[in-house]
Every structure is written in structure tokens, then in C-alpha cells.
């Protein structure tokens, strides 16, 4: 156990929908990043955020959006959603450590979205 | 833009075998390079992790190395057990910690 929590575990939503995906950090970890795991490879950077700023993004529309919250907890919402979509979604929290090539990051356990 | 290659895709070895799974990256220009195993529809779990100045790290019948100037890193499992099945990935970190994953490489263990 990683104590990193995701939920719901799982999703299915329509074509133009807009979802909402949620993480528990650990406690007292600063950082938390989000990452798109498609069916088969491996997972894609969405966008990471330090104390409640974002600090980081990969390459993905602005129709990806996150929030972080002093409580450790942190959303992903995703508007006007396409079929490809669909994926594992992965939040994983770290300490944010300066020097930070030594900041293990802790995964939770996914949620899985499906996109009809 | 950073690249990670794993190969192989995939490797079905019997019980008790050592084997070595490798990763290559484009860009030296890294922090740490992470190693993680993921089972079937799962999180991810942090295996070893290798500072960018480190050339190894050891946890168990796990050894990372890492080649940072060739671009390089293999994992190395030792004595095989059928616990070991499931993919396992590769990441390099940037100066934020964000990483960048190669594709896995798929593993069985057959008993």
C-alpha cells in the first residue's frame, strides 16, 4: 500500500461529457503529478502541481485541468470527453523535496475511465 | 523531447531464471531514472529508483543500473519466481520529477 487513494475506481461516461477524477496524497506530500495510462503502454505525463499551483504540464489540451487542496486531496477533470479518452488514470504524490532526484513518487491505484 | 524504449515488449522465462530487462532513453539530460512494477489493471509500485550521478542500485534479488552518457539502464532479477509476472516500467525524471515512461516490458514466470 502506497497510501495514495483514487476514486471512483471506475467511470463510464459519454462522448461530451465532463468527468471528474479524485486523489488522497499522502500526508505532508507537497507535489502530487497525474498521468493517462492507455490500454497496453505506458502511463503519460498530464500535469503535476506543488502546493496548489500547477508547476508542469505534458502534452495534453487545456480541456485536462487539475486542482490541488491543502487537505492533500487533488482533482482531474476532464471536459468535452473523446473516446480515446479512455485510459487508467494514475495520481501518484511525493514530498517535493528540493534535490528532488531522490523524491520517490507514490502511486494510487488508478482510476479506470471508459468513454462511450 | 525525452524518448524511452523498452525491450522487450514482452518474456516468458521458466522458474529460476536470472534475466535482464532493458530501457533506453534519448536525452542524458536526466535527474533519476525509476524502475516499477505494475500488475494487471493496478498502480504502479516504486521498485528502485537511481540518482543521475549513481551507476547502480541493489534492493533484494533486484540490481538497476544506469549509463547515463549511452543512455541506458537495465534492470536485473535474479532467480525468478512466478510473484515476479507482471509488466515492468521504466521512467527517467526531469529536474521537476516528472517523468517520462517507456512502454513496459511484460513478464512471466512460468513455475
Known amino acids: 500500500e502506497t497510501g495514495v487513494t483514487q476514486s471512483p475506481t471506475h467511470l463510464i461516461k459519454t462522448r461530451g461529457q465532463q468527468v471528474t477524477l479524485r486523489c488522497s496524497s499522502q500526508?505532508?506530500?507537497?507535489?502530487v503529478s497525474w498521468y493517462q495510462q492507455a490500454l497496453g503502454q505506458g502511463p503519460q505525463f498530464i500535469f503535476q502541481?506543488?502546493?496548489?499551483?500547477?508547476?508542469g504540464r505534458g502534452n495534453f489540451p487545456p480541456r485536462f485541468s487539475g486542482l490541488q487542496f491543502p487537505n492533500y486531496s487533488s482533482e482531474l477533470n476532464v471536459n468535452a470527453l473523446e473516446l480515446d479518452d479512455s485510459a487508467l488514470y494514475l495520481c501518484?504524490?511525493?514530498?517535493?523535496?528540493?534535490?528532488?532526484?531522490?523524491?520517490?513518487?507514490?502511486f494510487g491505484p488508478g482510476t479506470r475511465l471508459t468513454v462511450l | 523531447k525525452q524518448e524511452v524504449t523498452q525491450i522487450p515488449a514482452a518474456l516468458s522465462v521458466p522458474e529460476g531464471e536470472n534475466l535482464v530487462l532493458n530501457c533506453s532513453f534519448t536525452?542524458?539530460?536526466?535527474?533519476?531514472l525509476q524502475w516499477f512494477r505494475q500488475d494487471p489493471g493496478k498502480g504502479l509500485t516504486s521498485l528502485l529508483l537511481?540518482?543521475?550521478?549513481?551507476r547502480e542500485q541493489t534492493s533484494g534479488r533486484l540490481n538497476a543500473s544506469l549509463d547515463k552518457s549511452s543512455g541506458r539502464s537495465t534492470l536485473y532479477i535474479a532467480a525468478s519466481q512466478p510473484g515476479d509476472s507482471a509488466t515492468y516500467l521504466c521512467?527517467?525524471?526531469?529536474?521537476?520529477?516528472?517523468?517520462?515512461f517507456g512502454g513496459g516490458t511484460r513478464l512471466m514466470v512460468k513455475p
Open positions: 501518484a504524490s511525493s514530498l517535493g523535496l528540493a534535490g528532488v532526484s531522490l523524491d520517490t513518487q507514490y
Open positions: 500526508s505532508g506530500h507537497n507535489t
Open positions: 502541481y506543488y502546493r496548489e499551483e500547477e508547476n
Open positions: 536525452d542524458s539530460a536526466i535527474y533519476n
Open positions: 537511481i540518482q543521475s550521478s549513481q
Open positions: 521512467a527517467v525524471g526531469d529536474a521537476g520529477n516528472m517523468l517520462t
